[in-house]
T-cell receptor, first 110, second 114 residues
Framework: GQSLEQPSEVTAVEGAIVQINCTYQTSGFYGLSWYQQHDGGAPTFLSY????GLEETGRFSSFLSRSDSYGYLLLQELQMKDSASYFCAATSSNTGKLIFGQGTTLQVKP | DVKVTQSSRYLVKRTGEKVFLECVQD?????MFWYRQDPGLGLRLIYFSYDVKMKEKGDIPEGYSVSREKKERFSLILESASTNQTSMYLC?????????????FGEGSRLTVL
Protein backbone atom coordinates (compact mmCIF):
# COMPACT_ATOMS: atom_id res chain seq x y z
CA GLY A 1 0.00 0.00 0.00
CA GLN A 2 0.89 3.62 -0.11
CA SER A 3 0.50 6.10 2.71
CA LEU A 4 1.83 9.37 4.00
CA GLU A 5 1.54 10.42 7.62
CA GLN A 6 1.59 13.99 8.87
CA PRO A 7 0.23 15.70 12.01
CA SER A 8 -3.36 16.84 11.72
CA GLU A 9 -2.88 20.23 13.41
CA VAL A 10 -0.09 22.59 14.39
CA THR A 11 -0.37 25.94 16.17
CA ALA A 12 2.33 28.61 16.33
CA VAL A 13 2.67 32.33 16.95
CA GLU A 14 3.49 35.03 14.46
CA GLY A 15 7.22 35.36 13.85
CA ALA A 16 8.00 31.85 15.07
CA ILE A 17 9.37 28.84 13.20
CA VAL A 18 7.31 25.71 12.65
CA GLN A 19 8.19 22.31 11.23
CA ILE A 20 5.64 19.97 9.67
CA ASN A 21 6.82 16.37 9.41
CA CYS A 22 5.85 13.75 6.87
CA THR A 23 6.67 10.06 6.80
CA TYR A 24 5.84 7.94 3.80
CA GLN A 25 5.42 4.37 2.66
CA THR A 26 5.11 3.91 -1.09
CA SER A 27 5.75 1.01 -3.43
CA GLY A 28 7.85 3.30 -5.61
CA PHE A 29 9.27 6.65 -4.58
CA TYR A 30 10.71 9.41 -6.70
CA GLY A 31 10.34 12.54 -4.62
CA LEU A 32 8.36 14.51 -2.03
CA SER A 33 6.33 17.65 -2.71
CA TRP A 34 4.61 20.15 -0.46
CA TYR A 35 1.41 22.05 -1.17
CA GLN A 36 -0.44 24.86 0.58
CA GLN A 37 -4.20 25.23 0.57
CA HIS A 38 -6.15 28.14 2.02
CA ASP A 39 -9.80 27.68 2.97
CA GLY A 40 -11.95 27.60 -0.13
CA GLY A 41 -8.95 27.61 -2.46
CA ALA A 42 -7.11 25.13 -4.61
CA PRO A 43 -3.83 23.54 -3.47
CA THR A 44 -0.76 25.39 -4.69
CA PHE A 45 2.71 23.95 -5.10
CA LEU A 46 5.41 25.02 -2.63
CA SER A 47 8.43 22.79 -3.13
CA TYR A 48 9.83 19.48 -4.36
CA UNK A 49 12.67 17.31 -3.08
CA UNK A 50 13.93 14.71 -5.51
CA UNK A 51 17.22 14.26 -3.69
CA UNK A 52 18.15 14.06 -0.03
CA GLY A 53 18.81 17.35 1.67
CA LEU A 54 17.38 20.80 2.14
CA GLU A 55 15.70 22.97 -0.48
CA GLU A 56 15.12 26.61 0.41
CA THR A 57 12.61 28.97 -1.15
CA GLY A 58 12.34 32.24 0.73
CA ARG A 59 10.79 31.69 4.17
CA PHE A 60 9.99 28.06 3.34
CA SER A 61 12.41 25.15 3.31
CA SER A 62 11.81 21.47 2.68
CA PHE A 63 13.94 18.49 3.63
CA LEU A 64 14.07 14.88 2.51
CA SER A 65 15.79 11.79 3.89
CA ARG A 66 15.18 8.76 1.68
CA SER A 67 16.87 6.38 4.09
CA ASP A 68 14.38 7.41 6.81
CA SER A 69 11.37 7.75 4.45
CA TYR A 70 10.91 11.15 6.03
CA GLY A 71 10.62 14.75 5.07
CA TYR A 72 9.58 18.06 6.58
CA LEU A 73 8.46 21.53 5.65
CA LEU A 74 9.98 24.36 7.66
CA LEU A 75 8.23 27.71 7.77
CA GLN A 76 10.17 30.64 9.21
CA GLU A 77 9.09 34.12 10.30
CA LEU A 78 5.49 32.98 10.40
CA GLN A 79 2.86 35.41 9.20
CA MET A 80 -0.89 35.34 9.75
CA LYS A 81 -1.36 34.61 6.04
CA ASP A 82 0.50 31.30 6.52
CA SER A 83 -2.57 29.93 8.30
CA ALA A 84 -3.62 27.19 5.89
CA SER A 85 -3.51 23.44 5.31
CA TYR A 86 -0.23 21.92 4.19
CA PHE A 87 0.01 18.63 2.35
CA CYS A 88 2.97 16.42 1.62
CA ALA A 89 2.73 14.33 -1.55
CA ALA A 90 4.89 11.49 -2.85
CA THR A 91 5.65 10.93 -6.51
CA SER A 92 5.14 7.19 -6.75
CA SER A 93 5.90 6.38 -10.37
CA ASN A 94 8.17 7.55 -13.17
CA THR A 95 5.11 8.96 -14.95
CA GLY A 96 4.58 11.52 -12.19
CA LYS A 97 1.67 10.02 -10.26
CA LEU A 98 1.22 11.85 -6.91
CA ILE A 99 -0.26 10.48 -3.69
CA PHE A 100 -1.14 12.98 -0.95
CA GLY A 101 -1.07 12.89 2.82
CA GLN A 102 -4.08 13.86 4.90
CA GLY A 103 -2.87 17.39 5.47
CA THR A 104 -1.77 19.50 8.44
CA THR A 105 -3.82 22.52 9.48
CA LEU A 106 -1.51 25.32 10.61
CA GLN A 107 -2.98 28.04 12.77
CA VAL A 108 -0.84 31.12 13.26
CA LYS A 109 -1.78 33.23 16.28
CA PRO A 110 -0.88 36.87 16.94
CA ASP B 1 -0.02 31.09 -16.72
CA VAL B 2 -1.16 27.52 -16.53
CA LYS B 3 -4.88 27.27 -16.44
CA VAL B 4 -6.88 24.24 -15.36
CA THR B 5 -10.58 24.80 -15.75
CA GLN B 6 -13.29 22.67 -14.23
CA SER B 7 -16.67 22.99 -15.87
CA SER B 8 -18.83 23.43 -12.78
CA ARG B 9 -18.03 24.91 -9.38
CA TYR B 10 -21.19 23.60 -7.74
CA LEU B 11 -23.49 20.75 -8.72
CA VAL B 12 -26.51 19.19 -7.03
CA LYS B 13 -27.61 15.80 -8.32
CA ARG B 14 -29.99 13.07 -7.24
CA THR B 15 -29.07 9.53 -6.26
CA GLY B 16 -28.79 7.32 -9.33
CA GLU B 17 -28.12 10.15 -11.79
CA LYS B 18 -25.17 9.99 -14.17
CA VAL B 19 -22.76 12.83 -13.49
CA PHE B 20 -20.03 14.24 -15.73
CA LEU B 21 -17.26 16.43 -14.37
CA GLU B 22 -15.14 18.05 -17.04
CA CYS B 23 -11.62 19.39 -16.78
CA VAL B 24 -9.58 21.22 -19.42
CA GLN B 25 -5.96 22.35 -19.24
CA ASP B 26 -4.20 24.70 -21.65
CA UNK B 27 -0.53 23.87 -21.05
CA UNK B 28 -0.14 20.74 -23.17
CA UNK B 29 0.45 18.63 -20.05
CA UNK B 30 0.69 14.88 -20.50
CA UNK B 31 -0.59 14.03 -17.01
CA MET B 32 -4.05 14.71 -15.64
CA PHE B 33 -5.53 13.70 -12.31
CA TRP B 34 -8.84 13.51 -10.49
CA TYR B 35 -8.82 13.73 -6.70
CA ARG B 36 -11.59 14.00 -4.17
CA GLN B 37 -11.13 15.97 -0.99
CA ASP B 38 -13.05 15.29 2.20
CA PRO B 39 -12.42 16.81 5.65
CA GLY B 40 -9.75 14.90 7.54
CA LEU B 41 -8.99 12.62 4.61
CA GLY B 42 -6.81 14.86 2.49
CA LEU B 43 -6.72 14.47 -1.27
CA ARG B 44 -7.42 10.93 -2.44
CA LEU B 45 -6.54 9.94 -5.98
CA ILE B 46 -9.43 8.57 -8.01
CA TYR B 47 -7.82 8.22 -11.44
CA PHE B 48 -4.67 9.32 -13.18
CA SER B 49 -4.04 9.65 -16.93
CA TYR B 50 -0.50 9.87 -18.30
CA ASP B 51 -1.45 10.13 -21.98
CA VAL B 52 -4.46 10.25 -24.27
CA LYS B 53 -6.59 7.17 -23.74
CA MET B 54 -4.23 5.94 -21.02
CA LYS B 55 -5.46 5.75 -17.47
CA GLU B 56 -4.47 4.25 -14.18
CA LYS B 57 -6.62 3.62 -11.12
CA GLY B 58 -5.87 5.57 -8.02
CA ASP B 59 -6.71 4.64 -4.45
CA ILE B 60 -10.50 4.99 -4.69
CA PRO B 61 -11.70 4.25 -8.24
CA GLU B 62 -14.87 2.37 -7.25
CA GLY B 63 -18.00 4.05 -8.56
CA TYR B 64 -16.05 6.25 -10.99
CA SER B 65 -14.80 6.05 -14.54
CA VAL B 66 -12.79 8.48 -16.66
CA SER B 67 -12.34 9.47 -20.27
CA ARG B 68 -9.36 11.10 -21.98
CA GLU B 69 -10.05 11.34 -25.70
CA LYS B 70 -8.01 14.52 -26.17
CA LYS B 71 -4.84 15.61 -24.44
CA GLU B 72 -6.33 18.74 -22.94
CA ARG B 73 -9.51 17.22 -21.55
CA PHE B 74 -10.06 14.71 -18.74
CA SER B 75 -13.57 13.77 -17.68
CA LEU B 76 -14.72 12.08 -14.49
CA ILE B 77 -17.93 10.09 -14.72
CA LEU B 78 -20.14 8.90 -11.91
CA GLU B 79 -22.29 6.24 -13.57
CA SER B 80 -24.88 6.21 -10.78
CA ALA B 81 -24.32 8.88 -8.18
CA SER B 82 -24.65 7.96 -4.52
CA THR B 83 -24.79 10.12 -1.40
CA ASN B 84 -21.32 8.97 -0.32
CA GLN B 85 -19.94 10.63 -3.44
CA THR B 86 -20.86 14.04 -2.09
CA SER B 87 -17.47 15.73 -2.02
CA MET B 88 -15.12 18.33 -3.47
CA TYR B 89 -13.56 17.06 -6.70
CA LEU B 90 -10.23 18.50 -7.80
CA CYS B 91 -8.69 18.13 -11.23
CA UNK B 92 -4.97 18.69 -11.75
CA UNK B 93 -2.41 18.46 -14.53
CA UNK B 94 1.36 18.23 -14.84
CA UNK B 95 4.14 17.51 -17.25
CA UNK B 96 5.16 13.91 -17.61
CA UNK B 97 7.93 12.49 -15.49
CA UNK B 98 8.80 12.26 -11.85
CA UNK B 99 11.27 15.08 -11.52
CA UNK B 100 9.21 18.12 -10.49
CA UNK B 101 6.33 17.00 -8.29
CA UNK B 102 4.37 20.06 -9.38
CA UNK B 103 0.68 19.76 -10.10
CA UNK B 104 -1.54 22.60 -11.27
CA PHE B 105 -5.02 22.42 -9.80
CA GLY B 106 -8.38 23.64 -10.94
CA GLU B 107 -10.69 25.51 -8.55
CA GLY B 108 -12.66 22.39 -7.73
CA SER B 109 -16.20 21.13 -8.26
CA ARG B 110 -18.34 20.72 -5.18
CA LEU B 111 -20.84 17.93 -5.80
CA THR B 112 -23.82 17.29 -3.58
CA VAL B 113 -25.79 14.09 -4.14
CA LEU B 114 -29.26 14.08 -2.58
Amino acid sequence: GQSLEQPSEVTAVEGAIVQINCTYQTSGFYGLSWYQQHDGGAPTFLSYNGLDGLEETGRFSSFLSRSDSYGYLLLQELQMKDSASYFCAATSSNTGKLIFGQGTTLQVKP
Amino acid sequence: DVKVTQSSRYLVKRTGEKVFLECVQDMDHENMFWYRQDPGLGLRLIYFSYDVKMKEKGDIPEGYSVSREKKERFSLILESASTNQTSMYLCASSFSGANTGELFFGEGSRLTVL
